[in-house]
């Protein structure tokens, strides 16, 4: 069972592991309008749009780092147990990571103001989720090897970091078009979270050494903690395992997604900066904000040091202190000394914020229908307001995560097909993979705008080879810029 | 050329490859560990022996269960467990170290003389499990009786500085976690 259990984790974050949360594709592509999440103050060529609920925006992505899925469980007749210890146990950095995120929309409306063409607002609902694991390098060397051919060797705690969410936001969001050069934007967050837990700097060792009176002596000093909330709620709808179970578990989540958790408020900012003729520069921050978790918290600390050389007897004092039962005595002590503790106190979450900034250089003849609607912006064909028909340029992303920032660089190249198509494609650098080409496309089919974006696809050639996927689509409905 | 590009992603998307996996291997993975520690620490100045006259100068019984930890007791493989006695007192000394069980039943024993000082340290290794002791006497050890034996005189004293006998011990086991 523990073998199936630690099959299907396997899966959960070999296979299917998700992570980055870059979406360099859909960044700055304006002709889908879930791109506004990623730079409120984007262009916007648009005169409204409305996402299909819950088919505008479905995300995916997966990433490892240090080892793909292949290297552990390729049928190459390697002992299974050699692979994992060379390529995992011995392979991984305490920095590789396992994780994932996806991302839903329920639902997004836009719309041009009317009294204020140059402003576009947008707002909607989406919940998101993601984990991220990092490799417990010493301990999981702890676990494999033992301390008893380790001895002096601090297995470090700090390994120990993890981090995951599932969480529902609200949005709204104005970009506004300052003149022919500047849009800004910024939009505004309501997070209600469904469920968090996250471990992170934490601190402490386990040691063996030789000992001062007895052989060994083991040595731990811990300061660790686990914060959770909402985890146990569903946990323990889960352990009822009744007939309502799913039911329970169905509603605990609605409630949760809908306000019913933990809220908190966020804001993005952006800008779209045209300069020379044919150059954009853009930039966007994501998620400056936090949720403020007090229901449903369940915090686990484990914080102390402790040494222990086993039970000890040193006459003459103990022919008068002599306890029988000295060993539980040992792990009272130990137990005291180090104890392992749970509280409800309520605690803050920075969201992890994200940043893109883009160099963007347009080239090709669009077709020119200028018309101006005297409105102050220039509602024109939609060719024409999109402005380019080819571009080239790049991309950084950066993402703030437990161990510091994570970051990508993005070359890409972007061109329009006709009225009805355009596509993008990629090639970033991270710390997944250098061989990173995505491809994406929006299509548009009268008033229907369906996309797809998928990356890594040299890793597709054998995606149990690769290191890192991901796949965005949607569909909206919507006009642009032409009354 | 332009209808090509649809083309490409559904055929990139929808026809990718993946070269054969065997997840079945996840029952072949073994997680053998060694842990070790020590056991306990058993220490008597030739003071107290000389009071305590010749034949046994202490004897207790207490309770010890980190054998029969469920984590250890399910998967333990094997293990050896380290013995180091010193002595330093003017006497031959011995030690009986006996493994009991709840019912008080001797499930394992091991004794020790080791002569006057200057004797050398004696060190011994005790194997359980395969092509050693059996690992249920381990799993059912909750109590261990310590016999010290003044072998000697009980007057003599050491012209060591801090005249003493040692015994020190500790385990290494190897757990079967997967």
Redesign the interface.
């Known amino acids: 069972m523990?073998?199936r259990v630690?099959?299907l984790s396997?899966?959960l974050f070999g296979v299917m592991t998700l992570y980055a949360q870059n979406k360099q594709l859909l960044y700055d592509f304006y002709e889908i309008p879930q791109a506004l999440l990623l730079n409120p103050g984007m262009k916007t060529p648009y005169a409204w749009h409305s996402g299909v609920p819950l088919l505008s925006g479905f995300s995916i992505q997966a990433g490892t780092s240090g080892v793909s899925?292949?290297d552990?469980?390729?049928?190459d007749g390697i002992?299974?147990?050699t692979k994992?210890r060379e390529e995992v146990v011995n392979g991984l950095r305490k920095n590789d990571e396992f994780g994932g995120s996806g991302q839903i929309e329920i639902f997004s409306v836009g719309f041009r103001n009317a009294n204020r063409p140059s402003d576009y607002i947008s707002f909607g609902m989406y919940g998101e989720g993601f984990i991220a694991q990092y490799w417990p390098r010493d301990l999981a060397i702890?676990?494999?090897?033992?301390?008893?051919?380790n001895l002096n060797r601090r297995f470090s705690l700090n390994h120990i970091a993890t981090q995951g969410e599932v969480v529902n936001v609200f949005h709204f969001g104005i970009s506004r078009e300052l003149n022919q050069k500047w849009t800004v934007g910024a939009r505004v967050k309501l997070y209600s979270s469904v469920f968090e837990f996250k471990s992170a700097n934490n601190r402490g060792y386990f040691v063996?050494t030789p000992?001062e009176?007895?052989?060994?002596?083991?040595t731990l000093v811990a300061d660790v903690t686990l914060r959770t909330s909402g985890v146990q709620e569903i946990i323990d709808i889960l352990e009822e395992d009744t007939n309502a179970t799913q039911a329970d578990l169905a509603n605990l989540l609605l409630r949760r997604s809908l306000l019913g958790g933990n809220l908190g408020i966020g804001f993005d900012f952006g800008f779209t900066h045209n300069f020379r003729r044919n150059s954009v520069i853009t930039a966007s921050i994501l998620d400056l904000g936090f949720i403020y978790h007090s229901n449903a918290v369940k915090n686990y600390t484990l914080n102390g040091a402790a040494t222990?050389?086993?039970?000890?007897?040193?006459?003459?004092d103990?022919?008068t202190n002599?306890?029988?039962?000295?060993?539980?005595e040992l792990v009272d002590d130990l137990e005291a000394q180090v104890p392992f503790e749970t509280n409800e106190r309520s605690y803050f979450s920075l969201r992890p914020f994200k940043a893109y900034a883009s160099f963007r250089y347009n080239f090709g003849e669009p077709r020119t229908r200028t018309k101006d609607c005297g409105c102050g912006v220039n509602t024109i064909s939609r060719t024409d307001d999109l402005g380019y028909k080819s571009a080239v340029g790049g991309q950084f992303f950066m993402m703030n995560r437990a161990r510091g920032p994570q970051v990508a660089v993005t070359g890409f190249f972007q061109q329009r097909?006709?009225n009805a198509?355009a596509?993008k494609t990629t090639y970033t650098v991270d710390k997944y993979t250098f061989s990173n080409v995505g491809?994406g496309?929006s299509?548009q089919a009268g008033p229907v705008n369906f996309y797809?974006l998928?990356n890594n696809?040299l890793g597709?050639?054998?995606?149990?080879?690769s290191n890192y996927a991901s796949?965005q689509f949607g569909f909206n409905i919507l006009s642009w810029n032409d009354n | 050329m332009?209808r090509l590009?649809?083309v490409?992603?559904i055929i990139?998307?929808f026809f990718?490859?993946?070269?054969?996996?065997?997840?079945d291997?996840?029952?072949?993975?073994?997680?053998v560990?060694?842990?070790?520690?020590?056991?306990?620490?058993?220490?008597?100045?030739e003071?107290?022996i000389n009071?305590a006259g010749t034949g046994a100068f202490?004897q207790?019984?207490?309770?010890?269960?980190?054998f029969n930890e469920a984590f250890i007791s399910d998967n333990v493989l094997d293990g050896v467990i380290?013995y180091?006695l010193e002595n330093t007192t003017s006497k031959p000394l011995g030690l009986l170290i006996e493994f009991l069980d709840a019912g008080g039943n001797v499930l394992d024993s091991e004794s020790f003389v080791i002569q006057e000082d200057p004797a050398p340290m004696l060190e011994r290794q005790v194997a359980y499990g395969d092509g050693g002791r059996p690992l249920d006497i381990l799993r059912n050890t909750t109590n261990i009786r310590?016999e010290g034996q003044n072998m000697g005189d009980a007057s003599s004293q050491s012209s060591q500085s801090d005249p003493k006998i040692i015994l020190?011990?500790?385990g290494?086991f190897?757990?079967q976690?997967?």
């Open positions: 523990i073998k630690l099959v396997a899966t899925v292949n552990i469980f390729a049928n002992d299974f147990t994992v702890l676990a494999f090897e033992g301390n008893a051919n063996t000992g009176s007895n052989i060994l002596r083991n222990n050389e086993g039970i000890e007897i040193i006459l003459p103990d022919f002599f306890n029988d039962e000295i060993w539980q097909i006709g198509l596509v491809l496309a299509l797809i998928a696809l597709y050639a054998n995606i149990p080879n796949l | 332009r590009f649809p490409v992603i990139v998307l990718s490859c993946a070269e054969e996996q065997d997840f291997q996840f029952d072949d993975l073994n997680v560990p060694e842990i070790a520690s020590s056991i306990f620490y058993f220490e008597s100045d003071t107290t009071v202490y207790e019984t207490f309770t010890f269960e980190a380290t180091q310590v020190r011990s500790s290494a190897r757990l976690l997967l």
